[in-house]
Nanobody
Framework: QVQLVESGGGLVEVGGSLRLSCTASGLTIGGYAMAWFRQAPGQEREIVAYVTGIGDFDQYVDSVKGRFTISRDNAKNTLYLQMNSLKPEDSAVYYC?????????????????RGQGTQVTVSS
């Protein structure tokens, strides 16, 4: 079955950096849109960034533009999120997700598999 496993979360100080990874099994990710979502306590889950199936285009929520970079290595079946200049408001559980029906989508409902999540905590 399809599994997505995130890693790389943790506790970091304001202004620090983290790199999240998401390794897929049970399918080949090439050609499918992938995204990072996050959810903080008491808040709705939001899409943070997405990348097209071949990695030729990406898009970010305004609050992370210029600080986060999404990338993928289809040969390694892995998605990444480089997070720089972290702020306390970035604290959340971060999930990776894949759309097995679309190569290009920002609609959260198109993402049919997601991982268990990794906690990111930014201390002030």
């Amino acid at each position: 079955q399809v599994q997505l496993v995130e890693s790389g979360g943790g506790l970091v100080e304001v202004g620090g950096s983290l790199r999240l990874s998401c390794t897929a099994s049970g399918l080949t990710i090439g050609g499918y849109a992938m995204a990072w979502f996050r959810q903080a306590p008491g808040q709705e889950r939001e899409i943070v960034a997405y990348v097209t199936g071949i990695g030729d285009f990406d898009q970010y929520v305004d609050s992370v533009k210029g600080r986060f970079t999404i990338s993928r290595d289809n040969a390694k079946n892995t998605l990444y999120l480089q997070m720089n200049s972290l702020k306390p408001e970035d604290s959340a559980v971060y999930y990776c997700a894949i759309s097995t029906t679309m190569a290009h989508t920002t609609d959260p409902s198109d993402y049919d598999y997601r991982g268990q999540g990794t906690q990111v905590t930014v201390s002030s």
